[in-house]
């Protein structure tokens, strides 16, 4: 069964500082990746997606991705954070026809 | 163009009581899917509707159903509930019967707490 583990329950930056928030999975297959955001009273939102094709996956609001299939990783960065980037991050894992399963979260914090 | 809609925003039942969550997809779509997200979890899918059909589901009991009206929105139904019922319940919207990996929009969610 295909697992997502999100190794950092809570990350604290500072404003411009660059982030790397982590995520690896476990599947059989070539998964489809995800990244979601959910902001307190807001449903989640995806920032990116990995099907297939080029590794370095560029999303909304500054973010990008890399699939990494040796490493079974799929890690969100971002260079420069912004204080309306603190929210939870969930990444996502599914392949052919089935549901997706997420990750249990990082909770990304941003100091002055 | 509103987004996806879910009502109540918060709830509060009793044990043993039965709740319906509703939903109100993104203008355009037809497929609904429902997660459940406990504190401190990640969303686990609950079931999808596709065309008035439960089209999957995921590892709940049979006190969870749903439905899905002809204009596609739907609803949640717990039966007996449970203090792990818990949790904050997410709709989730998309176009067409690949609704997993068709860009899936999410609502703001119900917060459901069971005393």
């Known amino acids: 069964a295909q697992s997502v583990t999100q190794p950092d329950i809570h990350i604290t930056v500072s404003e411009g500082a660059s982030l790397e928030l982590r995520c690896n999975y476990s599947?059989?297959?070539?998964?489809?990746l995800f990244w979601y955001v959910q902001s307190p009273g807001q449903g989640l939102q995806l920032l990116l997606k990995?099907?297939?094709?080029?590794?370095l996956v560029q999303g909304i609001k500054g973010f990008e991705a890399e699939f990494k299939r040796s490493q079974s990783s799929f890690n969100l960065r971002k260079p420069s954070v912004h204080w309306s980037d603190a929210a939870e991050y969930f990444c996502?894992?599914?392949?052919?026809?089935?549901?997706?399963?997420f990750g249990k979260g990082t909770r990304l914090s941003v100091i002055a | 163009d509103a987004g996806v809609t879910q009502s109540p925003t918060h709830l509060i039942k009793t044990r043993g009581q039965q709740v319906t969550l509703r939903c109100s997809p993104k203008?355009?779509?037809?497929?609904v899917s429902w997660y459940q997200q406990a504190l401190g979890q990640g969303p686990q899918f609950i079931f999808q509707?596709?065309?008035?059909?439960?089209?999957q589901r995921g590892n709940f009991p049979d006190r969870f159903s749903g439905h899905q009206f002809p204009n596609y929105s739907s609803e949640l139904n717990v039966n007996a509930l449970l203090l792990g019922d818990s949790a904050l319940y997410l709709c989730?919207?998309?176009?067409?019967?690949?609704?997993?990996?068709?860009?899936?929009?999410f609502g703001p969610g119900t917060r459901l707490t069971v005393l």
């Open positions: 990995y099907f297939s094709g080029d590794t």
């Open positions: 509707y596709y065309e008035e059909e439960e089209r």
């Open positions: 996502a894992v599914g392949a052919g026809n089935t549901p997706l399963v």
């Open positions: 599947y059989g297959a070539t998964p489809y």
């Open positions: 989730a919207s998309s176009l067409g019967a690949g609704g997993h990996y068709n860009e899936q929009f």
């Open positions: 203008s355009g779509h037809d497929t």
